[in-house]
């Protein structure tokens, strides 16, 4: 059974209109608890926050010293594009991944992808293979890109603390690209990498240890989102088009909500502010009675 929320999915693999599918929230506000060696860069890469929009949150600089024992506001709370009946699905703008069970969310994780020169790529895939501890090939086109930079140029780095592929590896087919652990927590909810899929060290091990061979997995690219919970409160969660696939958010983001009938629900003005600011955080955005 699918769960019983109501969730409208913009923007495809192709950029065209989804219909309307099964979805609810993950995450949500929270009080954290400062440990040594925590930056906001780093909690926010955990969590799945901007560490802007955490700094913001909670009146600090964004690269401000913070200490242990500080108290800080977080909010990860995200819109579920869609349910599966099983596999992982991959949201690139939004930097999440769910893995479903018997078409229920079994479980959500912050994600790093592939920066907009190197783009992480769209569409269906399965898991190829599972390891630990490999050896990262280097592939010859990240050769190249040593090369130019003038960086010693790697064929090969064994397990370690120095390989960027972390403990854990899941392959995917067909191409080159895996979800895999990382040796740079601090990298997870940014586009940094070559294409691949990062997760924090720990979110890693987890999801090795619950996925198969033939897993599917499903990458796609849907910087608006739009939810109605069974209560009939509404939710609006807004990204940036950080691949510049020409999408227009403001039409995508009008075309759902009329075609949900969810117009004369919406507060205005809460969903203009939504829209506006692009947080990357589910907004409340109705019913219109909210404020």
């Known amino acids: 059974m699918r769960p019983s929320f109501r969730s409208l999915c913009l923007w495809g693999l192709l950029g ?16 954290y608890t400062v440990k040594p060696g925590d930056y906001l860069i ?9 560490p802007r929009r955490l700094a913001q949150d909670n009146a600090v ?19 579920v594009p869609e349910a599966l009946e099983d596999g992982i699905l991959i949201n690139v703008p939004q930097r999440m991944l769910y893995l479903f069970r018997a078409g229920k969310l079994a479980a959500h994780y912050p994600v790093g992808l592939g920066r907009p020169t190197w783009p992480t790529p769209l569409g269906r895939r399965t898991i190829r293979s599972k390891e630990i501890d ?13 090369r130019q ?14 390989n960027p592929l972390g403990m854990h590896w899941m392959g995917l087919k067909p191409g080159w690209w895996g979800i895999h652990g990382t040796n740079a927590p601090a ?8 294409g691949c899929i990062r997760l924090h060290p720990d979110d890693a091990a987890d999801l090795f240890s619950r996925v198969r061979i033939g897993e599917p997995v499903d990458i796609v690219y849907r910087p608006v989102l739009l939810a109605q919970l069974p209560d009939g409160a509404v939710y609006l969660e807004v990204h940036r088009d950080i691949y510049g696939r020409g999408i227009d958010l403001w039409q995508a983001f009008r075309q759902a909500a009329e075609q949900a009938g969810l117009l004369d629900r919406l507060d205005r003005t809460l969903a203009s502010q939504a829209m506006t600011n692009g947080e990357g955080i589910a ?3 109705g019913p219109r009675s909210l404020r």
Not at 134 to 146: D, L, N, R, T, Y
Request: glycine residues 10%; contains cysteine; hydrophobic residues 40%.
């Open 16 to 31: 065209a209109c989804l219909p309307a599918a099964a979805g609810q929230l993950v995450g949500g506000e929270f009080e």
């Open 42 to 50: 780093l909690i926010g890469a955990r969590f799945g926050q901007d």
């Open 61 to 79: 600089p964004w690269d401000a010293l913070i200490h242990p024992g500080q108290k800080l506001r977080l909010n990860n709370r995200h819109i």
């Open 134 to 146: 490999k050896e990262w090939q280097v592939p010859p086109s990240i050769q190249a890109e040593m």
């Open 149 to 162: 930079a003038g960086e010693p140029v790697l064929t090969r780095v064994p397990p370690g603390p120095e």
């Open 187 to 194: 990298s997870v909810y940014a586009f940094r990498s070559h």
């Open 283 to 285: 907004k409340r955005v």
